[in-house]
């Protein structure tokens, strides 16, 4: 067991956790966040992903031993860290019509949100890149592209 430390959607918490624990796994039986979906237990599907101090990864092959001292912020993270609003990415992916059935979008979300804190004038080029590690079931990528694009010209704007 080792005790870890760590920042998760902007609060202090501190477990005991078993050597072998991955983050997936902690945020949902020790948090209840489900926000992240375990899928393919290896790091390829993108439906588990959280920001680890700002970089979207996936939380199936972090081990939460490896987080003390970090911050992780999930999907249920971001509207309270966002002053209680949804975070311009959110508002851009409902109101282009990308929320489809909903499984991939959180990780999906959270990708374009550390995409576009890097590159806030993106590409259509780019953005297929940035998601290329999220896959979507319902294959429904092209209202994902123009949310994603529609956050950025936001987030530019500063909306």
Do not use: W
């Not at 993270?77 to 282009?96: D, I, R, S, T, Y």
């Not at 999906?108 to 590409?123: G, R």
């Not at 294959?139 to 956050?151: F, N, P, R, T």
């Amino acid at each position: 067991m080792a005790v870890v430390n760590f920042k998760l959607n902007g609060n202090d918490v501190t477990i005991d956790v078993d050597a072998k624990e991955r983050m997936i796994d902690t945020l949902r039986k020790r948090f209840h966040l489900t926000g992240a979906k375990l899928t393919c237990g290896t790091g390829d599907c993108g439906a588990c992903t959280v920001l680890y101090n700002g970089k979207a990864i996936r939380s199936c092959t972090l081990l939460t031993c490896m987080c003390d001292g970090q911050e992780i912020v999930t999907i249920e993270g971001l509207m309270p860290m966002n002053g209680g609003k949804l975070h311009p990415v959110q508002q851009a992916f409902m109101e282009a019509g990308a929320i489809q059935c909903g499984y991939c979008i959180p990780g999906m979300i959270l990708t374009t949100v550390a995409f576009l804190n890097e590159n806030k004038n993106p590409t259509t080029a780019q953005i297929r890149a940035a998601i290329s590690g999220n896959l979507s079931r319902c294959s429904g990528y092209v209202k994902i592209i123009d949310a994603v694009k529609l956050a950025a010209k936001r987030m530019r704007e500063g909306a």
